[in-house]
């Protein structure tokens, strides 16, 4: 497990990361520009219209989520720290990627414990969880299962988000984390080292399985707010 985490600690610098985000932020913006050009010409049929704003969005929603992914990576302190209940944030995810699971033909299914409490901020959890629950999404082209599991052991909270997806090899598994790796022709390879540094500034650890052609398991431990800390805070 420890390994795993250890991954963020071989990050690029800042400088070199900040290099392939201004190139990873250009390139959207080069396209809604082109777009946006295109959407003078007087002749143009509605739906040409439709479609090159509708590129223009795109392209302008992937420099967002490139700059957000950023941001978070490079604070991933944990500010506005309050108790949170993993079954309220766990129901805000899945309501949050259930259109999305829907558009690819993935049925989420859940198995969720009650009364697991964690300290944390919940626009980072949740930032964390989206990221890894839209990854399992995109891993099953063909539709399939996207099953959340919350329960306890020990001292932790466990949350496994199972994917009955393309899965990874073992190459892909050690990349996972690593700034820019990505196998998609849009992907920004951020979205797992976010998810890597607001695990480890939360104080969890990450464990992830994966068969090729089968699926991939992200086990998500978090430490579970002391009694004493909870009745402190309310
Ligand atoms: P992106 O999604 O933009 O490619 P990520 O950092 O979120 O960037 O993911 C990096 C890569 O890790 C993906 O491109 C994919 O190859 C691999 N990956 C992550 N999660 C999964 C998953 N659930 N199943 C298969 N591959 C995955
Ligand atoms: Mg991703």
Not at 62 to 68: G, L, P, Q, V, Y
Not at 87 to 116: G, H, R, S, W
Not at 195 to 214: D, H, Q, W
């Amino acid at each position: 497990l420890s390994k795993e985490i250890g991954k963020v600690e071989k990050l690029r610098t800042v400088s070199e990361i900040a290099a392939s985000i201004s190139h990873e932020v250009r390139n959207p913006l080069t396209v809604t520009k082109g777009f946006l050009q295109l959407l003078r010409d007087p002749k143009l049929t509605d739906q040409k219209k439709n479609e090159y704003i509708e590129t223009a969005l795109e392209a302008l929603n992937k420099a967002e989520s490139t700059i957000t992914d950023y941001l978070t990576f490079a604070k991933p302190s944990i500010e506005n720290v309050r108790i949170l209940d993993l079954e309220q944030e766990l129901t805000y995810i899945e309501n949050f990627v259930e259109p999305y699971a829907a558009m690819n033909n993935v049925k989420i299914e859940t198995n969720i414990e009650k009364d697991i409490f964690i300290a944390g901020e919940d626009e980072k959890i949740h930032q964390c969880l989206i990221n890894v629950a839209k990854n399992g999404i995109e891993s099953m082209p063909n539709g399939g299962k996207l099953q959340i599991d919350l329960s306890r052991f020990g001292s932790n909270a466990i949350i496994t988000i199972t994917d009955t997806g393309i899965g990874m090899d073992e190459e892909q598994l050690e990349r996972l984390g690593s700034p820019f790796f990505t196998t998609k022709d849009i992907g920004t390879g951020l979205g797992t080292m976010v998810v890597y540094s607001i695990v480890k500034a939360m104080r969890g650890e990450i464990n992830v399985e994966s068969t090729l052609g089968k699926g991939t398991r992200f086990t998500i431990f978090l430490p579970l707010v002391q009694t004493n800390q909870f009745e402190a805070q309310i």
